[in-house]
């Protein structure tokens, strides 16, 4: 990969210079106490991005998404919070700007002094951001570029997105990758090319059809893939089974069934899941088997048996990828799947990488030791996306 670096850019100076920084700080939020971030891992993932350009006396206009907004101001994904925890973080106040490119915005990044820093209003606030309309997108990120002399881009998570403010802005501007950037695509590139086998992915979470291409693409790279969390609903409909109120994506039915057929028993599906009467942590629940959830129920998360299953197949491997939490592990009752997985992936001879921001929160709010894993990224889609062999726009925008 040729490409020039945050640490280039220092070298060129930026004392007084206007530097336009997209982050991913699309943190996770308490689902019961509105506004409160229940783990700031991404924010500390790009601190040290800003704190070498702060130190370095530049003008820093930090922009990030948050949450999926319909391209027009929504209150409930609004990055103020991100905003006071990041100036915690970095211990000095970063100004938040209510608009991303109106005249609050504007008005801000104007007076920022050298070594100051500035959080922009989510990007996704405009439909320019995420547009698929080239030219929609295209105007939108002239306005984003206005702001600054130099673009760095240190939102991993976000890589994988052809949006104006990853894909097009470092067309206007010149462009460094910062660390973050740097790293995650070092540590994706070696498993994906040199996996020391057995190799086992471990798949769950909630965006079931973003992540069915990556179990095409992995499948004959892999010894075992475990598929649990939301995820595993369309799957057990696939083998026949009826899964209650679960997650389902019927229109993906067909596909999953597919898959199995190509899997030659190397998908392993949960046994057994913890089926709750509403998504609710007061909800009324029980362990039912898999091929037996009630119509009423939905699952929440995988169970004991399930866990056990899983925990032995990853106990022999050399390498495990983790990406999206076995069950709605932010809810007590629906959390031990998950921590009984990721306590299997901390005990390989091996080489683990947890990818996705939920399941790098579930690592941290379930109190398991960061240090255990091999690396734990700040991208989901961007890491499963980079191991499935797609090219990622915001790497390849940074390479031009
Ligand atoms: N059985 C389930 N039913 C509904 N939601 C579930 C279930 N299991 C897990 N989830 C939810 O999935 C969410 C995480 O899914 P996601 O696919 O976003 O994970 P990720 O890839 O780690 O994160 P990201 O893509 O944000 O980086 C969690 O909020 C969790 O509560
Ligand atoms: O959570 C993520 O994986 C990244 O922040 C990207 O978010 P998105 O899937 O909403 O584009």
Not at 252 to 274: S, W
Not at 371 to 399: M, N, Q, R, W
Request: net charge negative.
């Amino acid at each position: 990969m040729i490409l020039k670096t945050l640490d280039d850019l220092l070298a060129e100076g930026v004392s007084g210079r206007r530097v336009f920084v997209r982050a991913d700080l699309n943190v996770p939020f308490d689902k019961s106490k509105p506004g409160v971030i229940s783990d700031d891992g991404r924010a500390r993932a790009v601190l040290p991005t800003l704190i070498a350009l702060r130190d370095a006396g530049a003008r820093v206009i930090v922009a990030s998404h948050l949450g999926r907004p319909k391209g027009a101001p929504d209150p409930k994904f609004t990055l103020a919070p991100v905003a006071t925890r990041l100036g915690e973080l970095l211990g000095s106040s970063v100004v938040f700007a209510s608009d991303t490119v109106g005249v609050d915005a504007q008005a801000k990044a104007g007076a920022l002094a050298d070594g100051e820093v500035l959080l922009l209003e989510n990007l996704r606030f405009n439909a320019g951001e995420t547009s698929k309309d080239d030219a929609e997108r295209a105007a939108f990120a002239d306005q984003l570029a206005a702001f600054a002399d130099f673009y760095v881009d240190d939102a991993f998570g976000a890589v994988h997105r052809k949006h104006a403010s990853v894909y097009d802005v470092p067309a206007r501007l010149p462009h460094y990758a910062g660390g973050l950037v740097l790293k995650e695509v070092e540590v994706l590139r070696k498993v994906s090319e040199t996996p020391e086998q057995p190799y086992v992915v471990v798949l769950g979470g909630s965006k079931v059809s973003d992540k069915l291409a990556v179990i095409q693409a992995l499948l004959p790279k892999v010894d075992k893939l475990l598929v649990g969390g939301g995820m595993c609903f369309t799957f057990l409909k696939a083998q026949g089974h009826e899964v209650g109120k679960s997650l389902l994506e019927d229109e993906m039915v067909a596909v999953c069934a597919d898959l199995l057929a190509q899997a030659d028993g190397r998908i392993v599906l949960p046994v057994d899941v913890v089926a709750a009467t509403e998504f609710s942590a007061d909800a009324t629940h029980d362990v039912v088997a898999a091929s037996e959830i009630p119509a009423d129920r939905l699952g929440l998360d995988i169970g004991p048996k399930s866990t056990e299953l899983f925990a032995s197949a990853i106990a022999g491997a050399k390498t495990v990828f983790w990406n999206g939490p076995m069950g709605v592990f932010e809810l007590a009752p629906f959390a031990a799947g998950t921590r009984g997985v990721a306590q299997a992936i901390t005990k390989i001879d091996g080489f683990s990488v947890v990818g996705g921001g939920d399941s790098a929160a579930a690592v941290r709010t379930l109190g398991l030791d960061e240090s255990a894993f091999g690396h734990i990224s700040t991208g989901g889609g961007a890491s499963l996306e980079y191991l499935e062999g797609k090219t990622l726009p915001g790497v390849a925008a940074l390479e031009k």
